[in-house]
């Protein structure tokens, strides 16, 4: 380590040998930011040292990245012999609890990343026979954390160029948010995707009703088209601007209107989370009228995931959208309630996660740890829900098989769901469901322990 960290380092040493009377030691079973279970004995730091000294120790590696830390974790861990062991074991549990791992740019063997949904989390992770160290920082980019000005694009207009050039062939028919819902629901059908109450209408004034190839969303003269997610191509998997822009924007945009001017937002390559934006001025094909547009693309794991806006005019859209976290927020109205005639069935869900180990001090490969889990929900007609859990996790050659289930009545509303096991525990979760092309997806999410979210598809 630099000299720095060493310093660093020393005093969070200093620090934990302090007076526990403080009563900043606190006793946890789980941690707060990732929602993984910790070991018995785990104990969260608290002391105003040592949150110092551990937020600047994280922010070593992210402000390399570009990114600032928006909320910390301390933990303390009893060591063990073989605290090696778990230390890996700790890697395992984020894997099972869906999460990502990967090393940091500068190699510090300390430190990694780790990814789930659209959370970036920096953790530290040190040991010895005596403690061991586990800190984690969420991290927010710049877009995230600096407030933004009306965005005006200093890129030169297209002059009348309806159709931007791609390098990429189209074929011929290629086609979390914190709201409220409010109570007010419209009962009735969509057939395409299995939800039942298709209309949800939001406490703010917007309107989500799920149709073919998007979620349509309104409020007063606003129309937001929230286009269902699609794989990005394997030749624009490099994540350049202007060819994923062109692509979209040719796919989803050009055919259903008239374009007369087009600006893009400048490209930044360099950042952890890109930005693809761009707006235009058009005329609606389908009812002649002079619109204008605002165009997003956010892109996760390769799945792209296109906002469309549409207003009268420009001013309309900046009062309304004033900046691009506003318009990012758009894909958290993708939620319609459940219903006890649309849930009954089998839904099921697949994830996994690996790491790959190397030797620090002569860089030979040591390894992969994988899980892989598959759960399986079944709610009956009947008032009887049945949980279970089935996977493998561990040092590839060597994975340890496991299985658990959870049983019992539930009782549902139209946001959320409650059952209580064979053991006589209850758990809620929030529960919506999200559109989908031809189908739907079940959202869980545990209201005690948030970090446990589930996204189900229907078997039967």
């Known amino acids: ?20 009377a403080q009563k900043k030691m606190v006793p946890v079973n789980q941690s707060s930011i990732t929602g993984i279970s910790l070991p018995t004995g785990t104990k969260k730091d608290t002391r105003f040292l ?30 063990t012999p073989d605290f090696l062991l778990s230390v890996d074991s700790i890697k395992l549990r984020l894997l099972e609890a869906g999460w990502i791992l990967s090393p940091v740019q500068s190699g510090d063997e300390h430190y990694f990343w780790t990814d789930r949904n659209n959370t970036r989390v920096i953790g530290f992770l040190s040991g010895s026979k005596k403690e061991i160290s586990l800190y984690f920082g969420e991290t927010t980019s710049q877009e995230n954390s600096i407030p933004q000005q009306l965005y005006t694009p200093p890129t030169e207009p297209l002059q009348n160029q309806p159709l931007l050039q791609t390098e990429v062939a189209l074929q011929d028919g290629q086609q979390q948010s914190n709201q409220q819902q409010s109570q007010t629901i419209t009962q009735s059908s969509n057939g395409s995707s299995g939800i039942s109450i298709s209309t949800t209408n939001f406490d703010d004034g917007w309107m989500a009703t799920p149709q073919a190839d998007w979620v349509q969303l309104t409020k007063n003269n606003i129309a937001v088209y929230l286009h269902f997610a699609l794989t990005l191509p394997d030749e624009l998997v490099s994540g350049d601007g202007d ?7 040719n796919l989803l945009i050009v055919p259903r209107y008239t374009i007369t001017q087009v600006l893009k937002m400048p490209f930044d390559p360099y950042a952890y989370k890109r930005t693809y934006f761009m707006e235009a001025t058009a005329t609606d094909n389908n009812t002649g009228q002079q619109v204008f547009l605002a ?6 794991n390769g ?32 939620r319609f309630a459940i219903s006890s005639t649309d849930i009954p069935g089998k839904w099921v869900e697949s994830k996994g996660g690996f790491a790959q180990y190397y030797n620090v001090y002569n860089g030979n ?3 992969m740890n994988a899980v892989s889990i598959q759960s399986q929900l079944t709610i009956g007609t009947d008032g009887q829900l049945l949980l279970e859990h089935k996977g493998a996790g561990g040092m590839v050659g060597n994975q340890q098989f496991f299985s658990e289930k959870y049983n019992g009545p539930y009782t549902l509303t139209n946001w959320d769901i409650s059952f209580t096991d064979q053991s006589g525990k209850q758990t809620s979760y929030h529960a919506f469901y999200q559109a989908v092309k031809n189908g739907r ?5 545990n209201k005690q322990y948030s970090g446990q979210e589930y996204s189900f598809v229907k078997s039967e």
């Open 243 to 249: 060819p994923i822009l062109n692509y979209f924007w």
């Open 365 to 367: 490969y040591a390894g």
């Open 295 to 300: 165009f997003r693309i956010m892109i996760d």
């Open 1 to 20: 380590m630099k000299k720095s960290k060493v310093l660093l380092v020393l005093i969070l040493a200093c620090s934990s040998l302090q007076s526990l």
């Open 50 to 79: 040592s949150e110092i000294a551990g937020k600047a120790l994280l922010e070593m590696e992210t402000k390399k990245a570009g990114m600032m830390i928006s909320q910390t974790e301390f933990l303390v861990i009893p060591g």
């Open 441 to 445: 997806i079940l959202y869980l999410q």
């Open 303 to 334: 799945i792209a995931s296109c906002i469309e806006i549409k207003t009268t005019t420009k001013n309309e859209y900046v009062l309304e959208f004033p900046n691009l976290n506003k318009v990012a927020a758009m894909s958290g109205y993708n």
